[in-house]
């Protein structure tokens, strides 16, 4: 299965600021999406991104907020944008391994963990 | 309501035991059904995956899904310190494509030796 490298593993960062969280894929795929998982939360999906077009949000979620890049078939980034104490979380990117099934699942990187003070 | 319903436990067992981890859901679309474990500090792995009522077996664990009721489980038998993680249940709507997953929150699980 694909391997996702994820970075940073962690951050603080100063309300008021943004970062930009990468995600690299060891393979080619189609889909990448990125979640959200706040402490003692489920995983909430943030957006999908497909290369070559604008990433697609969930509800709760706006581009100004969290931009997103796809500019190849094996990358993304996920900028939080303007944080607040409130952003603090975990930013997860998985990627469809596009078998078309889902009996292969989702791949997962290991995850930035973010802290806003 | 939440889609998906998991308890978050903490759950502590004895090493040897039987686990069971439940989730229900309310959205009778869902048609895929899976299991991931998150260990601490790391991304979730996929663990089993079904799309039918009844169980799937594969070494320790067992999934079971009973659509009528919207409940799923897992069994993990003669429990080991290294399943200690975080489970977590995910579903998706039928279709092709890549499918949006909605997870439950996660059960903590400790196996204790």
């Known amino acids: 299965s694909a391997v996702i490298s994820q970075k940073p593993s962690r951050d603080i960062c100063q309300r008021g600021t943004s970062l930009t969280i990468q995600c690299q894929v060891d393979?080619?795929?189609?889909?990448m999406f990125w979640y959200r998982q706040q402490p003692g939360q489920s995983l909430t999906l943030i957006a999908t991104?497909?290369?070559?077009?604008?990433?697609?949000?969930e509800s709760g979620f706006v581009i100004d907020k969290f931009p997103i890049s796809r500019p190849n078939l094996t990358f993304s980034t996920l900028t939080v944008s303007n944080m607040s104490p409130e952003d603090s979380s975990i930013y997860l990117c998985?990627?469809?391994?596009?078998?078309?099934?889902?009996?292969?699942?989702?791949?997962f990187g290991s995850g930035t963990r973010l802290t806003v003070v | 309501q939440k889609e998906v319903e998991q308890d978050p436990g903490p759950l502590s067992v004895p090493e040897g035991a039987i686990v069971s981890l439940n989730c229900t859901y309310s959205?009778?679309?869902?048609?895929?059904f899976m299991w991931y474990r998150q260990y601490s500090r790391k991304g979730p792995e996929l663990l089993m995956y079904?799309?039918?009522?009844g169980n799937k077996e594969d070494g320790r664990f067992t999934a079971q899904v009973d659509k009528s009721s919207k409940y799923i489980s897992l069994f993990i038998r003669d429990s080991q310190p290294s399943d200690s993680a975080t489970y977590l249940c995910?579903?998706?709507?039928?279709?092709?494509?890549?499918?949006?997953?909605?997870f439950g929150q996660g059960t903590r699980l400790t196996i204790n030796p």
């Open positions: 998985s990627a469809d391994l596009g078998t078309g099934g889902l009996e292969l699942g989702y791949t």
């Open positions: 393979s080619q795929v189609t889909m």
């Open positions: 991104a497909n290369q070559g077009s604008e990433a697609t949000y």
């Open positions: 959205n009778s679309a869902f048609q895929y």
């Open positions: 079904t799309y039918s009522s």
């Open positions: 995910a579903m998706a709507l039928m279709g092709g494509g890549a499918q949006k997953l909605v």
